[in-house]
C-alpha cells in the first residue's frame, strides 16, 4: 500500500459499515480482538456493529446486532471470554439459517465481517461469503429486499481472526488465546511443584488438546517435565517401561517430584486413546509412587489475557479493518495471522485446508508428518523437548570446558537458558562451569562446576540463581584473563543485557592482547529492556511487560470507585521504550512517553486536552504511561503536576512508579520457551566453534564469527558478530539505532483515538501457506 492510498484511508471508511463476532469456543484475548475492530472502524470514518452471540446473533438478528460507539468497548481489553458473546449454532449451517444471517446483515447496510473463531468458524464464514450473491437472489425473490437493496449490497468482504487456545491452525505462529492458556497451565504447574516436593509425589497433568499437542508439549517443555504424552506422537511399543525407567532415574538423581503431562487427545501406537488414570495406575502398580492425577480442564480458557495475546489481538484486530477496507470482489476471504512480530494476510481456505492435512496425516498414521505440517516451531519444540529429557550422553569426556555467566541486571527466562545450555553441554562430553555474579565473578575466581542436578527445577525460577552484575570486563581484564587459562575455558556463554553484549565486545577487542581470549564467546540476550542489538526479543523482556501489564490493571481497578481519575505511571526500560509501549498497547493507555519519540510542551498539553475531552464523554478512567529516561525535563512529577493542573473540574490524578516489581516474579511461559530453546541453540554454536577452531592441541578462535549474538529476527535465529552490531548500536544511550516495535506506536496512538498519520502504519504483508513457509523457527 502507498502512503498516499494510506493517507486516503480514513476517508474510505466513510458510508461503510462492518460488524465483527466471535465464535465457537472462547478464547482469553478475544475482547482485545472486538476492542480493537471496533475502535479502529470507528477510526476510519466506518459504522462498526458488534454481533452478540456468534452464528446464532447473527441469524436472529434484532437486538443481537448493536451499532458500537467508542465507549461501548472501553475497559474490556483486560477481561477473559469475550463480551458480546459465542455460541454454538446450528442454524447457521443450514441454507435457510444463512438467509436470515445476509437478511439481517443487509438490513444495517453490513457488508464487511470479521470473525473470530476456530477454523469451523472461518470456514462457515467463507461459505457465507460464497454463497452472499445466491442468498440476496432468495431474498428478493421471497420479496425480503428490493433488488435496489441487494445491487447496493452485491458484495461481502470476509475476514478471519483465529481464536484458539490449542495454537492449531496452520499459517499463523501464533493463535489468539493460545499465550494466555499457557499462563494458566504454568501457574497450576507451579503450584503442584510445590506439594509434590513436599510428599515426594508424581502428578498427572491433563491439559487440552484434543487434536493438537501445543499446549501440552510447550507445558512439558517449560516445565522440564519427566514424560510427555502428544497426539501427534504416539510413544513407541514399550512405553510403559521406558516410562517408568525415567521417572527412577529422575528420583535416583534425587529429584522429589515427578511430572507427566499428557493432552487429552493423547493415543497410543494402535490409536487407542491413553488416559491420565491409566498413566496413574501403571505408576502406582510399577513404582509404588504416590501419584495423583489433575485435569485443568476449562481453567485453561478462563482468567485474565496476557500481555502478549493482547498485543497480538490488538494488532490482528487492527489489520483486519485495514484488509476489509481494501477488499475487492476480486480479493480472496483472508485470515489475519502473526508472521515472527508482523501481522500478514493469509488466504482462508489455504490455511483451513493446510490445518485439515495435519488431522488427516494423523488419522492415517503419519505422524511424522503431522509433526512438520504443524510447522517449524512445533517440530523445534519437539526436537528439543526429546533432546533435554532423553539426552544421548557422550561417551567419552571432549576436553572442552565452558563456562556460563549472567550479566547485567535480573531477566525472567535467564535461569532456564542456563539449565538447558548445563545439560545439552555435559551430554556433548564438555566440562561445565557457572560463574557467579558475570565478569567480576570470573575475575574474582567464583567459579564452580555444574552438573546435571546443580540446574533440576531452574526453568521456573525468576531472576538469577547464578548471579548477575553490571560490570564489564574492561575494568579486570588481567584477572578474567588468568581464570580463562587457570580453568582452561574453551568458551564463554554469557547470557544477559546490553552489559553482556559490550562486555563480549571488548574481550573480542583485547583478543590482540590476550591469546587466552581467542575462544568462541556467544551472548543470549536477557533483559527486561529489549534493547539488545542484533535480536528483536531478549529473554525476560515478555515477563516485564506482564509485570507492568498486571500493575497497571489494578492501578486501574483502583479507581472503579471513583469517576474521572487519570494515572501517570512509570515503567524502567533505561532509554529504551520498548516496555512502556507494549504495556500501553496490553493495557489501552491513552498515552505513552519514550524517548525514541521525541515531545514537547505543546505535545503534552494536546494530549491533556484529548484525554480532557474523552473524559467527558463517559470515559472514567485514563492511564498515562513514561518510560524512565524519555525525556531529561518532563519527569514523572513534572507530567502529573501537569496533567492534574491542566485537567482540574475534569479529573483528578495520581501517580505510580512500577519500579523493580519489573523484574520480579516467576518468568511467563514464553521465556521460560525461549530461554530454553536459545539455551540449546547456544550450546550446538559453541560445540560447532570449538571442533572447527581446534587446532594443534588447543582452542584458537580469532575471527569475527567466533564472538556472537544469538538473536530471533522475524523468524529466524542467527549468530550476529559483535563487531557487526557496532554500526547499530546507539552506546551512549544503549540500545539499537533501528528499533522494529516502533512500528506498534501508530496503533497505540490510534486506539487511543489521537488523530496520527496514516504513513506511519504499516499493513501486513501478503503470504500464502506452503510447507516450505511452515518449516521457518520461530521465537515460541
Known amino acids: ?31 482485545a480482538a472486538v476492542r480493537a475492530v471496533a475502535r479502529m472502524g470507528i477510526y476510519v470514518g466506518a459504522k462498526v456493529y458488534l454481533i452478540h452471540e456468534g452464528y446464532q446473533g447473527l441469524v436472529d438478528g434484532g437486538d443481537n446486532i448493536t451499532l458500537a460507539h467508542w465507549q461501548s468497548v472501553s475497559n474490556i481489553i483486560q477481561l477473559g471470554g469475550t463480551v458480546i458473546g459465542s455460541a454454538r449454532c446450528k442454524a447457521f449451517t443450514t441454507r435457510e439459517g444463512r438467509i436470515s444471517a445476509a437478511f439481517n446483515l443487509v438490513k444495517k447496510g453490513i457488508t464487511n465481517l470479521c470473525v473470530c473463531g476456530g477454523d469451523g468458524s472461518l470456514t462457515g464464514a467463507n461459505t457465507f461469503r460464497s454463497e452472499w450473491s445466491g442468498l440476496l437472489d432468495e431474498l428478493v425473490q421471497k420479496g425480503r429486499i428490493t433488488d435496489t437493496l441487494a445491487k447496493q449490497h452485491s458484495h461481502l468482504n470476509i475476514v478471519g481472526l483465529v481464536g484458539s487456545i490449542d495454537n492449531d491452525f496452520c499459517g499463523t505462529d501464533m493463535t489468539i488465546g493460545a499465550d494466555s492458556a499457557l499462563h494458566r497451565i504454568m501457574e497450576i504447574i507451579d503450584a503442584i511443584m ?19 499437542g501445543y499446549l501440552a508439549l510447550v507445558s512439558a517443555l517449560a516445565s522440564g517435565a519427566d514424560w510427555l504424552f502428544i497426539p501427534e506422537s504416539p510413544p513407541v511399543e514399550g512405553w510403559e ?50 501419584t495423583r492425577v489433575t485435569v485443568l480442564g476449562h481453567v485453561q480458557r478462563g482468567g485474565l489475557p496476557s500481555a502478549f495475546d493482547r498485543i497480538l489481538s490488538s494488532k490482528l484486530g487492527v489489520e483486519a479493518v485495514v484488509a476489509l477496507l481494501e477488499a475487492t470482489p476480486e480479493t480472496p476471504a483472508c485470515v489475519i495471522g502473526l508472521s515472527g512480530n508482523q501481522a500478514v494476510r493469509l488466504p482462508l481456505m489455504e490455511c483451513v485446508d493446510m490445518t485439515k492435512l495435519v488431522q488427516k496425516a494423523m488419522s492415517e498414521g503419519r505422524f511424522d508428518e503431522a509433526i512438520k505440517l504443524r510447522g517449524g516451531s512445533f517440530e523445534n519444540n519437539w526436537n528439543i523437548y526429546k533432546l533435554l529429557a532423553f539426552p544421548r550422553l557422550a561417551q567419552t569426556e571432549s576436553n572442552f570446558s565452558v563456562a556460563i555467566l549472567n550479566v547485567g541486571a535480573p531477566a525472567g527466562g535467564m535461569n532456564a537458558a542456563v539449565r538447558s545450555a548445563t545439560r545439552v553441554l555435559l551430554a556433548h562430553g564438555h566440562k561445565v562451569y557457572g560463574v557467579h555474579d558475570g565478569f567480576e565473578g570470573l ?10 542436578h546443580n540446574v533440576a527445577g531452574w526453568t521456573g525460577q525468576g531472576g538469577s540463581l547464578l548471579g548477575t552484575k553490571r560490570t564489564r570486563p574492561a575494568t579486570n581484564m588481567e584477572k578474567i584473563v588468568e581464570n580463562i587459562s587457570k580453568y582452561n575455558i574453551s568458551a564463554l556463554l554469557v547470557i544477559g543485557g546490553f552489559e553482556g553484549y559490550e562486555g563480549v565486545l571488548q574481550l573480542y577487542e583485547a583478543r590482540g592482547h590476550y591469546d587466552e581470549l581467542c575462544i568462541p564467546m556467544c551472548v543470549v540476550p536477557a533483559t527486561i529492556s529489549n534493547n539488545v542489538p542484533g535480536t528483536d526479543f531478549s529473554l525476560g523482556a515478555d515477563t516485564a511487560v506482564n509485570a507492568a501489564m498486571e500493575g497497571c490493571d489494578k492501578i486501574k481497578q483502583s479507581a472503579s470507585g471513583t469517576k474521572r481519575r487519570v494515572f501517570v505511571v512509570e515503567t524502567m526500560g533505561g532509554y529504551c521504550g520498548y516496555l512502556a509501549t507494549c504495556t500501553g498497547i ?21 494530549n491533556v486536552e484529548h484525554l480532557a475531552e474523552k473524559m467527558k464523554k463517559d470515559i472514567q478512567r485514563g492511564l498515562v504511561l513514561r518510560n524512565e529516561y524519555c525525556h531529561q525535563n518532563y519527569s514523572t512529577d513534572f507530567i502529573y503536576r501537569l496533567y492534574s493542573e491542566e485537567g482540574k473540574g475534569v479529573f483528578d490524578c495520581r501517580v505510580n512508579v512500577l519500579g523493580h516489581l519489573q523484574q520480579g516474579g516467576a518468568p511467563t511461559p514464553f521465556d521460560r520457551n525461549f530461554g530454553t530453546k536459545l539455551g540449546v541453540k547456544a550450546t550446538q554454536w559453541i560445540s560447532e566453534s570449538l571442533k572447527e577452531n581446534f587446532r594443534q592441541g588447543r582452542v584458537f578462535a580469532n575471527s569475527p564469527e567466533t564472538a556472537c549474538v544469538l538473536g530471533l529476527n522475524r523468524k529466524v535465529v542467527s549468530f550476529i558478530p559483535v563487531t557487526d552490531l557496532k554500526a547499530i548500536t546507539d552506546f551512549e544511550h544503549r540500545m539499537p539505532t533501528v528499533q522494529w516495535w516502533s512500528n506498534l506506536r501508530p496503533m497505540l496512538k490510534m486506539l487511543a483515538r489521537y488523530q496520527t498519520n496514516f504513513c506511519e502504519y504499516v499493513p501486513g504483508e501478503i503470504a500464502h501457506v506452503t510447507r516450505r513457509s511452515l518449516s521457518i523457527d520461530a521465537g515460541y
Open 1 to 31: 500500500m502507498s502512503s498516499m492510498d494510506l493517507e486516503k484511508l480514513k476517508m474510505t471508511g466513510a458510508g461503510r459499515a462492518m460488524a465483527v463476532l466471535t465464535s465457537g469456543g472462547d478464547a482469553q484475548g478475544m475482547n
Open 194 to 212: 510445590t506439594t509434590a516436593q513436599s510428599h515426594q509425589r508424581t502428578f498427572v497433568l491433563e491439559v487440552m488438546g484434543r487434536h493438537c
Open 241 to 290: 517401561d521406558h516410562m517408568c525407567a525415567r521417572l527412577e532415574r529422575s528420583r535416583t538423581k534425587g529429584s522429589r517430584l515427578n511430572i507427566i503431562i499428557v493432552a487429552e487427545g493423547a493415543i497410543d501406537s494402535h490409536g487407542k486413546p491413553i488416559s491420565s488414570d491409566y498413566i496413574k495406575d501403571l505408576v502406582i502398580k510399577r513404582m509404588g509412587y504416590d
Open 443 to 452: 575475575a574474582n575466581d567464583a567459579i564452580f562446576e555444574m552438573k546435571w
Open 586 to 606: 496490553a493495557v489501552g493507555a491513552d498515552a505513552a512517553y519514550i524517548f525514541e519519540e521525541p515531545f514537547n510542551i505543546q505535545d503534552l498539553k494536546t
